[in-house]
């Protein structure tokens, strides 16, 4: 995010612009200053969440999964650090990707996706996770982030557009004493004063403040062309490549007029040169009230988007604003909703407690970015696919699908979710599937306002069946929801992977059963032996489950409460990992239940109710222990490994006319709903050969296939062009020496 270049040319070329701030002594003015007025206003600080993350997670450990309880736990004294100094908080996360960033989007994950893989080797190689050099965050982080603040007491919104937009606005609405983040665009905003996250120091809450007015001083530009200048640069809505013919012009101007040495570094020649051009025209008396100056050497098309990229910096009452408004766009599936539940998507997403119902019904769009998954290894499906039915069935409970509903004009979903293959050429098209209820399908008005305990049982039974689980009702209220929700997700995922083994069941359930009598202290006391690249992808695909749990929850009216269905209340990274390596090596249950016969008990009832429901579904869980080899012990490569494809892995599933060997136009993934044996990391942000064969079945002419016969399968030519090799599943490899 931010205007390309120029948080560098503020940080690095001009100092003037960069001044230390205290926050102690910054909420003190703020409240003198308001004394005058009809009554004085808390100091607030309006915060960019999803610019905080890298700095918020501090954990050792993040590449097992996220260490979440110690994660909370800083969150906790990070937010005491403020109020303690009588400054408020209030926090803004992204809510959508807007379709003219949509690209930006995806060059950021594809370069993401190569850090992936750069992880994954090193984990191979070394059996340890990379140095601060190569991180990537948590899978999820984004997802749990606002929710675990609003278990801290915070305010927590949830942007419905641009989250640089929302952010600005507010601070300047309610006049903030400043907005704490790192991305540059908060100095084009006319807004409250940019603080900067990465320059804070906690302990004495100081930070850099980026001076609006001295930047201007500086490269001699008006305030009001500021974003031009922005656009002319580079943004998430001008793209560099769209602006080089006026930067190399600006360039050369430049350099002709400021010769080396006294030119500089490269990043701050740019500011410094398409800030003298854009300068210029502000000479010009008859340029003065246009967006986009005539003399500017643009197409008629380039004029176009330069007036949408400034328009997107335009706060309510600033002038044009209006011309930009899209306060009023229409919702996706309005007519598949009542208009209540409409308000109640866009109240409970700005409240950030609507994860993935506002997306889909409000926007009918929705997306998921980079998970830790391996995409040279093939044993394990990528967590987009292995959720698209439950997704499928949220759907079809979201938009009123009835089991016998014929309609011909059923509504599809956009998804965007990145997983190894999918070239996010385009979105794919996926369809609603009914939820197989024992009974009526229920409204939504019905699930999400109405009281009694027939609703009640009722939402639950919803939540059930979305994860086909549903003999798991005489489970509530007898154990834990923490608990109730890790057996469904863990069962859901045997029924959809069918290399999962029962040592890898042991480990998710033995961690969860364990986890809640563990305090964050002594889960970071954990030492792990070396790690597996196999764990840290399962560990990825149980937290990205818990945000289908999230999302299934709510479509459902919320049987459960929302704290069990977090992951400081069921999952930790490090521990898990833990649990998966002693689970392979085979110790007794007793050991891996840490001694405990509390433990142990509920562990051998969630593993008797699992194995019972898998089997009336034809899934035998076997046993396969795998040993992690030790560093510096080279894998021993191998041809076209292939592994079977669960029978049910999506039921009623849907597709956009027939797929061959698993493609969308040549290389991409089409909708299916297996992709054979793999691992993979997380979504805003983060890093990344072999003949491979997927099994893949055809889908039907577009409409709910019969959910009690399974896919065919058939076996698919390569999913890369030229044939590569991969690493073997090491029960296949020979043992270390």
Same mark, same amino acid.
């Given at each position: 995010?931010?205007?390309?270049?120029?948080?560098?040319?503020?940080?690095?070329?001009?100092?003037?612009?960069?001044?230390?701030?205290?926050?102690?002594?910054?909420?003190r003015?703020?409240?003198?200053?308001?004394?005058?007025?009809?009554?004085?206003?808390?100091?607030?600080?309006v915060?960019?969440?999803?610019?905080?993350?890298?700095?918020?997670?501090?954990?050792?450990?993040?590449?097992?999964?996220?260490?979440w309880?110690?994660?909370?736990?800083?969150?906790?004294?990070?937010?005491?650090?403020?109020?303690?100094?009588?400054?408020?908080?209030?926090?803004?996360?992204d809510?959508?990707?807007?379709?003219?960033?949509?690209?930006?989007?995806?060059?950021r994950?594809?370069?993401v996706?190569?850090?992936i893989?750069?992880?994954?080797?090193h984990?191979?190689?070394?059996?340890?996770q990379?140095?601060?050099?190569?991180?990537?965050?948590?899978s999820?982080?984004?997802?749990?982030?606002?929710?675990?603040?609003?278990s801290l007491g915070q305010?927590?919104?949830?942007?419905?557009?641009?989250?640089?937009y929302?952010?600005?606005?507010?601070?300047?609405?309610?006049?903030?004493?400043?907005?704490?983040?790192?991305?540059?665009?908060?100095?084009?905003?006319?807004?409250?004063?940019?603080?900067s996250v990465?320059?804070?120091?906690?302990?004495?809450?100081?930070?850099?403040?980026?001076?609006?007015?001295?930047?201007c001083?500086?490269?001699?530009v008006?305030?009001?062309?500021?974003?031009?200048?922005?656009?002319?640069?580079?943004?998430?809505?001008?793209?560099?490549?769209?602006?080089?013919?006026?930067?190399s012009?600006?360039?050369?101007?430049?350099?002709?007029?400021?010769?080396?040495?006294?030119?500089?570094?490269h990043?701050?020649?740019?500011?410094?040169?398409?800030?003298?051009?854009?300068?210029?025209?502000?000479?010009?008396?008859?340029?003065?009230?246009?967006?986009?100056?005539?003399?500017l050497?643009?197409?008629?098309?380039?004029?176009?988007?330069?007036?949408?990229?400034?328009?997107?910096?335009?706060?309510?009452?600033d002038?044009?604003?209006?011309?930009f408004d899209?306060?009023?766009?229409?919702?996706?599936?309005?007519?598949y909703?009542?208009p209540?539940?409409?308000?109640?998507?866009?109240?409970?997403?700005?409240?950030?407690?609507?994860f993935?119902?506002?997306?889909?019904?409000?926007?009918?769009?929705?997306?998921?970015?980079?998970?830790?998954?391996?995409?040279?290894?093939?044993e394990?499906?990528?967590?987009?696919?292995?959720?698209?039915?439950?997704?499928?069935?949220?759907?079809?409970?979201?938009?009123?699908?009835g089991?016998?509903?014929?309609?011909?004009?059923?509504?599809?979903?956009k998804?965007?979710?990145?997983?190894?293959?999918?070239?996010?050429?385009?979105?794919?098209?996926?369809?609603?599937?009914?939820?197989?209820?024992?009974?009526p399908?229920?409204?939504?008005?019905?699930?999400?306002f109405?009281?009694?305990?027939?609703?009640?049982?009722?939402?639950?039974?919803?939540?059930?069946?979305?994860?086909d689980c549903l003999?798991?009702?005489?489970?509530?209220?007898?154990?834990?929801?923490?608990l109730?929700?890790?057996?469904?997700?863990?069962?859901?995922?045997?029924?959809?992977?069918?290399?999962?083994?029962?040592?890898?069941?042991?480990?998710?359930?033995?961690?969860?059963?364990c986890?809640?009598?563990?305090?964050?202290?002594?889960?970071q006391?954990?030492?792990?032996?070396?790690?597996?690249?196999?764990?840290v992808?399962?560990?990825?695909?149980?937290?990205r489950?818990?945000?289908?749990?999230?999302?299934?929850n709510?479509?459902s009216?919320?049987?459960l409460?929302?704290?069990a269905?977090?992951?400081?209340?069921?999952?930790d990274?490090?521990?898990?990992?833990?649990?998966y390596?002693?689970?392979?090596?085979g110790?007794?249950k007793?050991?891996?239940?840490?001694?405990?016969?509390?433990?142990l008990?509920h562990?051998?009832?969630?593993?008797?109710?699992l194995?019972e429901?898998?089997?009336?579904?034809?899934?035998?869980? =076997?046993?396969?222990? /795998?040993?992690?080899?030790p560093?510096?012990?080279?894998?021993? &490569? @191998?041809?076209? *490994?292939?592994?079977? +494809?669960p029978?049910?892995?999506?039921?009623?599933?849907?597709?956009?006319?027939?797929?061959?060997?698993?493609?969308?136009?040549?290389?991409?993934?089409?909708?299916?709903?297996?992709?054979?044996?793999r691992?993979?990391?997380w979504?805003?942000?983060?890093h990344?050969?072999?003949?491979?064969?997927?099994?893949?079945?055809?889908?039907?002419?577009?409409?709910?296939?019969?959910?009690? =016969?399974p896919?065919? /399968?058939?076996?698919?030519r390569?999913?890369h062009?030229?044939? &590569? @090799?991969?690493? *073997?599943?090491?029960? +296949?490899?020979?043992?270390?020496?």
């Open positions: 995010m931010g205007v390309k270049g120029l948080q560098y040319f503020m940080d690095r070329c001009c100092p003037d612009v960069c001044v230390i701030v205290n926050l102690r002594e910054m909420a003015q703020h409240i003198a200053n308001n004394q005058k007025g009809c009554s004085a206003t808390d100091p607030t600080l915060v960019d969440g999803m610019a905080c993350l890298f700095y918020w997670y501090s954990c050792k450990d993040w590449v097992c999964g996220g260490q309880k110690e994660y909370v736990d800083v969150l906790k004294s990070w937010v005491e650090a403020f109020t303690s100094a009588g400054i408020r908080l209030i926090f803004f996360f809510g959508v990707v807007e379709d003219q960033k949509r690209q930006e989007w995806i060059k994950r594809r370069r996706n190569g850090e893989s750069k992880v994954f080797n984990i191979k190689l070394h059996g340890e990379p140095g601060k050099e190569l991180v990537c965050l948590p999820a982080l984004a997802t749990f982030t606002p929710l675990a603040l609003r305010e927590v919104f949830c942007s419905v557009r641009e989250a640089d929302e952010i600005a606005s507010y601070a300047r609405q309610h006049g903030c004493m400043g907005i704490l983040g790192q991305d540059s665009d908060f100095i084009i905003y006319d807004s409250a004063p940019y603080l990465a320059k804070l120091r906690l302990n004495s809450l100081t930070t850099v403040m980026y001076d609006r007015q001295r930047l001083r500086t490269i001699g008006a305030v009001t062309q500021l974003p031009l200048l922005a656009c002319l640069l580079g943004n998430d809505v001008v793209s560099e490549e769209q602006m080089q013919h006026i930067r012009g600006a360039m050369a101007t430049y350099r002709r007029n400021n010769p080396p040495p006294r030119s500089g570094a990043q701050g020649q740019m500011v410094q040169a398409v800030a003298q051009l854009v300068s210029s025209f502000h000479s010009r008396e008859e340029e003065e009230n246009e967006l986009v100056p005539e003399y050497n643009v197409s008629a098309s380039q004029r176009e988007l330069l007036k949408k990229g400034i328009y997107s910096y335009l706060l309510p009452e002038k044009g604003f209006e011309l899209i306060s009023s766009l229409p919702f996706a599936f309005e007519k909703v009542s209540e539940i409409l308000k109640a998507c866009r109240e409970k997403h700005v409240a950030a407690e609507g993935m119902v506002y997306s889909v019904v409000c926007v009918g769009v929705t997306e998921c970015s980079n998970s830790m998954e391996d995409e040279v290894d093939t394990l499906l990528p967590q987009a696919l292995v959720y698209k039915c439950c997704r499928q069935r949220i759907y079809g409970l979201l938009l009123l699908l089991q016998n509903d014929t309609n011909v004009d059923l509504p599809a979903i998804e965007w979710f990145v997983f190894p293959g999918n070239s996010l050429k385009e979105p794919d098209m996926v369809y609603p599937v009914p939820v197989n209820l024992p009974c399908q229920p409204s939504l008005d019905l699930l999400w109405s009281t009694g305990p027939e609703v009640s049982a009722l939402r639950l039974t919803a939540f059930l069946s979305i994860f003999e798991y009702s005489e489970l509530y209220g007898e154990i834990e929801d923490s109730l929700a890790a057996l469904c997700l863990v069962t859901y995922i045997v029924l959809q992977v069918q290399s999962l083994s029962q040592e890898d069941v042991d480990a998710y359930l033995s961690q969860a059963v986890l809640r009598l563990k305090s964050s202290q002594e889960l006391q954990i030492e792990l032996p070396l790690l597996s690249s196999r764990a992808q399962l560990g990825c695909l149980y937290v489950g818990l945000s289908h749990l999230l999302g299934a709510i479509a009216g919320c049987p409460t929302f704290s269905l977090m992951p400081w209340h069921s999952f990274g490090r521990f898990f990992h833990s649990k390596l002693l689970a392979h090596r110790v007794e007793t050991e891996l239940l840490d001694s405990n016969p509390s433990c008990s562990f051998l009832q969630l593993k008797d109710k194995v429901t898998c089997s009336k579904r034809g899934r035998v869980l =076997q046993s396969r222990p /795998q040993t992690p080899l560093k510096t012990t080279p894998e021993v &490569r @191998y041809r076209d *490994a292939h592994s079977g +494809l029978p049910n892995v999506c039921d009623g599933w849907r597709g956009r006319g027939e797929t061959t060997g698993g493609h969308r136009r040549g290389q991409e993934w089409r909708d299916r709903s297996e992709y054979e044996n691992d993979r990391p979504g805003r942000g983060g990344r050969t072999g003949g491979q064969h997927f099994n893949s079945f055809h889908p039907n002419d577009g409409r709910p296939s019969n959910m009690s =016969q896919p065919k /399968q058939s076996r698919s390569s999913y062009n030229r044939e &590569r @090799y991969q690493l *073997a599943p090491r029960w +296949l490899q020979p043992p270390a020496p």
